[in-house]
């Protein structure tokens, strides 16, 4: 197979329409704007992330790696917080579990997740400032890294640039644009605490 370098730089070009796509559409300054409907938002990532991470650590087989960035607990905790008990959440509602074949394909799917540790640096701080929330009283999915959010992304980096085949890459390209799409679909969906 043919070389490839810089897959983070390939993943980054090769997925900015469905990138794209997923921010136009979440609207998430609207969507925090208020607790329910953060809230909310929180419940529809729930959602999402129980479904793909089990799916990723399956096919990526580095629990030393990806161990640490499981974000679900960090979900689970918020929601606690914003008034949904064990039961709500255990009823909330799971996007479709994915399916990949090869690592490269879980790596694809785990840059988006992974990429929206940054973004959300940015959201956390907007719901500290409209709702008084910090990583231990219900913010912890966008601030719990903290000042490790930026070094985890550079280790996150490091081992896709690690991806030397242009059939991983390709693969790892396919499940990132499916990840953001399907992303897309499952948070733009009607509210999901609704369900709870």
Request: glycine share 10%.
């Amino acid at each position: 197979m043919t070389p490839v370098s810089g897959l983070h730089a390939r993943l980054r070009t090769e997925t900015a329409a469905t990138h794209a796509a997923l921010e136009r559409d979440l609207g998430w300054e609207a969507r925090v704007a208020t607790l329910s409907g953060y809230r909310d938002l929180l419940a529809r990532f729930h959602g999402f992330h129980a479904a793909y991470e089990p799916a990723i650590a399956e096919a990526l087989r580095e629990p030393g790696f990806f161990e640490e960035r499981r974000r679900i607990d960090w979900l689970s905790a918020d929601l606690r917080h914003l008034g949904l008990d064990a039961a709500a959440i255990g009823r909330l509602p799971r996007a479709a579990t994915p399916r990949f074949d090869e690592p490269a394909g879980a790596l694809g799917a785990l840059y988006v997740l992974e990429g929206s540790t940054l973004g959300g640096q940015v959201i956390g701080r907007r719901i500290a400032a409209l709702h008084g929330l910090d990583e231990r009283t219900g913010c912890a999915y966008y601030r719990g890294r903290g000042a490790r959010a930026g070094a985890m992304w550079a280790s996150f980096r490091a081992r896709l640039d690690g991806v030397t085949e242009s059939g991983e890459a390709e693969a790892a390209s396919r499940a990132a644009n499916a990840t953001f799409e399907a992303m897309r679909l499952w948070l733009c969906r009607p509210a999901a605490s609704e369900a709870a």
